[in-house]
């Protein structure tokens, strides 16, 4: 079946750590997303990719970075700048036409990140 | 600031109740308009879409959602809502921003259906 694995599910570190989030996807899909889900903000958006070996920031991008070396995978890291890293991360793709326009976005079950 | 407002973040509804879900978008121009559902425990699923042409959008389950231009509204409706349809859901709008799209979701409203 074709979609979106995010791993791992739940991930715990110390502060000042970098961590790195995976996002892989079967859809042969141009576009990839991270988003970040607070309770009560909603989703919003943190980096986005067209195309391989392009990414754009997107409304949250400090503190993370991300690399699309390959179509098929867009991995997160989360840095020690961060400064709020706690929270759950939603992986996305659509086809190549963009974010929505005319290819509604397909999500990844989500990591749940916690730093201490 | 330019956004996507939900504006309830919590509605309890009893079965067979009507319901309407506000959505209210601050961009000018040419924009796609989503909502999109999240089921307890499930992924974040398309509702329905609109891209163009008529203004009232049906999707799936029963929902729809209706665009006006002149409000800067997309509201999601369903007549008669069921225990099943307890989950999250949020209004998303695409737009081109410096030559990409982007998609930019609201804060969500959670909707509770008691039997």
């Known amino acids: 079946d074709g979609g979106i694995t995010q791993s791992p599910k739940y991930l715990f570190r110390k502060e000042g750590q970098n961590v790195t989030l995976s996002c892989e996807q079967n859809?042969?899909?141009?576009?990839m997303y991270w988003y970040r889900q607070d309770p009560g903000q909603g989703l919003r958006l943190i980096y986005y990719?067209?195309?391989?070996?392009?990414?754009q920031k997107g409304d949250i991008a400090e503190g993370y970075s991300v690399s699309r070396e390959k179509k098929e995978s867009f991995p997160l890291t989360v840095t020690s700048a961060q400064k709020n890293p706690t929270a759950f991360y939603l992986c996305?793709?659509?086809?190549?036409?963009?974010?929505?326009?005319?290819?509604?976005?397909?999500f990844g079950n989500g990591t749940r990140l916690t730093v201490t | 600031a330019q956004s996507v407002s939900q504006h309830n973040h919590h509605v309890i509804l009893s079965e067979a109740a009507s319901l309407e879900l506000g959505c209210n978008y601050s961009?000018?121009?040419?924009?796609?308009l989503f909502w999109y559902v999240q089921y307890p425990g499930q992924h974040l699923q398309l509702l329905l879409k609109?891209?163009?042409?008529?203004?009232l959008v049906k999707g799936i389950k029963g929902f729809e959602a209706e665009f006006i231009k002149s409000k800067f509204s997309f509201n999601l409706r369903k007549p008669s809502v069921q225990w099943s349809d307890t989950a999250e859901y949020f209004c998303?709008?695409?737009?081109?921003?410096?030559?990409?799209?982007?998609?930019?979701f609201g804060a969500g409203t959670r909707l509770a259906v008691h039997p």
């Open positions: 996305a793709s659509s086809s190549s036409a963009g974010a929505g326009y005319n290819s509604p976005l397909h």
């Open positions: 859809l042969n899909h141009d576009a």
């Open positions: 990719s067209q195309i391989v070996n392009d990414f």
């Open positions: 961009y000018g121009g040419t924009v796609n």
């Open positions: 609109y891209f163009s042409g008529d203004p």
């Open positions: 998303a709008v695409s737009r081109v921003s410096g030559g990409y799209n982007k998609l930019i």
